[in-house]
């Protein structure tokens, strides 16, 4: 019943900002963990951040560790990733995910959104 789409990718020089945002719509949307993910072409799918249910917990990659900040607002039914500082290397195409009993750094999640680029010029 769960559907997250991602939205705010796109083109951004390097230092800047951008703010991406994962819509969930479903009934048990206030009561899952949220995180993102992302996947650069020829690369892996990796782990970025996860925020929990409350909202009270977040992990971050050391990658993104001080420049990223995941967020998530309940009562819209919105997760958010701000993205400050970027780089090169963050060009990726940037996923969205949760699930009701999983809070992790894997890709165990149950649901995911369908991924939204993000191009970071030098």
């Known amino acids: 019943q769960v559907q997250l789409v991602e939205s705010g990718g796109g083109l951004v020089q390097a230092g800047g900002s951008l703010r991406l945002s994962c819509a969930a719509s479903?009934?048990?949307?206030?009561?899952?963990?949220m995180a993102w993910f992302r996947q650069a072409p020829g690369k892996e799918r990796e782990f970025v951040a996860a925020i929990s249910w409350s909202g009270n917990n977040t992990y971050y990659a050391d990658s993104v560790k001080g420049r990223f900040t995941i967020s998530r607002d309940n009562a819209k039914n919105t997760g958010y990733l701000k993205m400050n500082s970027l780089k090169p290397e963050d060009t990726a195409v940037y996923y969205c995910?949760?699930?009701?009993?999983?809070?992790?750094?894997?890709?165990?999640?149950?649901?995911w959104g369908q991924g939204t680029q993000l191009t970071v010029s030098s």
């Open positions: 995910a949760g699930d009701t009993a999983y809070y992790g750094v894997g890709l165990r999640y149950r649901h």
């Open positions: 479903g009934r048990s949307v206030s009561g899952y963990a």
